[in-house]
């Protein structure tokens, strides 16, 4: 059953899975694998493979600025274990009441707004409406929620200053779905998670690309 942390908690993971999605930067939003924690699984390692490669796409376009036309699709999936999300949400002091949950969207990035984002002098980013849909496993049950975002970037000299991510349409539990619409609307008019999703973006094409240079450099 859906306890009154629910609200909060499935908002932030949806926060968090659409800034990681956004910004395939998945990597950067988890703590450091514990030594003790379970191996991969198979599911888990085709996961990252194929984030990696998302990656390693965007980040040519952002640092080589080439190719500077087409798009750059993804089908990007994300298993975010229930230790790692306890660990990655405590930022937000939000703790995590479920298990484990799969999130998974379709990205479609436009190269010339990646191109002019890094080499204009100030440039409003406008991507594509993206839905956001993850499974969370809640002891014997399993709760899905959909979320529809359509993220706005501001750059100024290739770096991101501010950021909103519009979230629309929203499906989830009946019990949670009128606290979260409250919430998402109360983002949309205050930005709340704006901070958190310019450093993301930053950090991304600053750090985490450099993760995957070799896969990008002089292509």
């Given at each position: 059953?859906?306890n009154?942390?629910?609200p909060?908690a ?9 800034l990681a ?14 030594a003790e924690?379970?191996p ?5 390692q085709?996961?990252r ?11 040519s376009?952002?640092?080589?600025k080439?190719?500077a ?7 990007v999936?994300k298993t ?22 799969r999130?998974?969207?379709?990205l ?20 594509d409406?993206y ?10 049950d399993k ?17 991101a200053?501010?950021?909103?991510l ?6 989830a539990?009946t ?6 619409w ?6 949309n ?5 704006q901070?958190i999703a ?10 985490k690309?450099?993760e995957?240079?070799d ?5």
């Amino acid at each position: 059953m859906l306890n009154i942390l629910a609200p909060r908690a499935t908002l932030a993971l949806l926060s968090l899975s659409a800034l990681a999605l956004l910004a395939v930067a998945v990597a950067a939003q988890e703590p450091k694998k514990d030594a003790e924690a379970a191996p991969e699984t198979e599911q888990e390692q085709k996961e990252r493979v194929g984030r990696r490669k998302c990656a390693a796409q965007l980040c040519s376009t952002l640092h080589n600025k080439k190719p500077a036309d087409g798009q750059v699709v993804c089908d990007v999936q994300k298993t975010w274990r229930k230790e790692a999300l306890t660990k990655v949400l405590s930022r937000g002091k939000v703790s995590w009441p479920w298990g484990d949950t799969r999130c998974a969207s379709e990205l479609k990035f436009d190269r010339a707004t990646l191109v002019k984002a890094m080499q204009e002098p100030d440039f409003e980013a406008q991507f594509d409406t993206y839905d956001i849909r993850c499974q969370i496993d809640n002891d014997k049950d399993k709760y899905d929620v959909k979320a529809q975002l359509r993220p706005k970037v501001t750059f100024k000299q290739g770096k991101a200053v501010k950021a909103t991510l519009n979230w629309g349409k929203l499906e989830a539990p009946t019990l949670a779905k009128s606290a979260l619409w409250s919430i998402t609307a109360a983002d949309n008019t205050f930005g709340l998670l704006q901070s958190i999703a310019v450093d993301d973006i930053n950090e991304f094409v600053s750090t985490k690309c450099m993760e995957v240079k070799d896969e990008w450099q002089g292509k």
